[in-house]
């Protein structure tokens, strides 16, 4: 009996423990997302919550930036996906939309807004009803921060919210019950071998090799407004040790010089990304880096 006692205490100081745990890193406090008619899934509006130790802030449009003001004179519309969103890993004064503003305004003396549009596995097509639904803030600039898969990633509708961990409608009670959430999956897959069709993204089943509208859309909307708009093409981890463009990418490339959209590809280092293709806080500073020099040109700093 004695023995059983002493187990049973054990485990309970576990659960208690890794609830604790669970709690310190923001288990119950993750980014919240809305469903769409329009654009599949958007972050929930005004959020601002502290997730594994970062900060992530959301606006009344759901940018990841700070609120819009008025008398906001001078604005660039940065716009691309989990990339540039930087997503639960990246602290809100680590992402490179914000050090741009910053950089822009120690470099230049001049207060620019760099409006950070993106999401999770978002394509232009996504990007393009955002702006139909929101507008375009009074842009100066339009400048898409792309990768290879967003050129056949056509928006699909698929149930996401609330349905997949990756983006949850509300938080749970207990840490350890989103501990649960993001661990079966794996588990599952490395377990029995099988992956949970229901947790993909449009991005990754069932892709039609068509290059999607989306670019075309953006080209349309800077010319009407009569701004520059850039591409900026982020490469793969793969893609920069093969030295080699997929697929998408060079659809994409070619795109800009058919319609004279001016292009830019990274050269990173492998050691900027969390995965293949998400950039850690390094990434970000690079990112920065590369994209200040556009935001000069187009604005003509």
Known sequence: MKKIKITLLVILGIIVLVELVGRYYGLTNYPLYNSSDEFEYLLKPNQDVTIYRNRFVTNAYSMRSD????????????????????????????????????????????????????????????????????????????????????????????????????????????????????AWPVLKKTILG???????????????????????????????????????LHRTQPELESNKLDPGGLAIVNFCKEQGVPIYINRFKTTYFIDEIHLNNTGQKALMKDLLPIVRHDLKL
């Open 67 to 182: 609120a819009i003001n008025e008398k906001d004179s001078i604005v660039v519309l940065l716009l691309g996906d989990s990339v540039l969103n930087g997503g639960n890993s990246i602290d809100q004064d680590s992402l490179a939309s914000t050090m741009l503003e910053k950089e822009l305004f120690h470099k230049y003396g001049k207060k620019v807004r760099v409006l950070n549009i993106s999401d999770k596995t978002w394509s232009p097509d996504n990007t393009v009803a955002y702006l139909k639904k929101y507008g375009v803030f009074k842009a100066d600039m339009m400048l898409l921060v792309a990768n290879s898969g967003d050129a056949y990633d056509p928006m699909t509708f698929r149930p996401i919210v609330g349905v997949a961990s990756t983006h949850p409608a509300q938080n749970q009670l207990f840490a350890w019950q989103n501990l649960i959430a993001k």
């Open 194 to 232: 099988q992956s949970d069709l229901s947790k993909l993204t449009g991005n990754q089943i069932e892709k039609k090799e068509k290059f999607i509208k989306g670019f075309a859309a953006l080209d349309s909307i800077s010319r009407r407004l009569k701004i520059p708009f850039s591409i900026y």
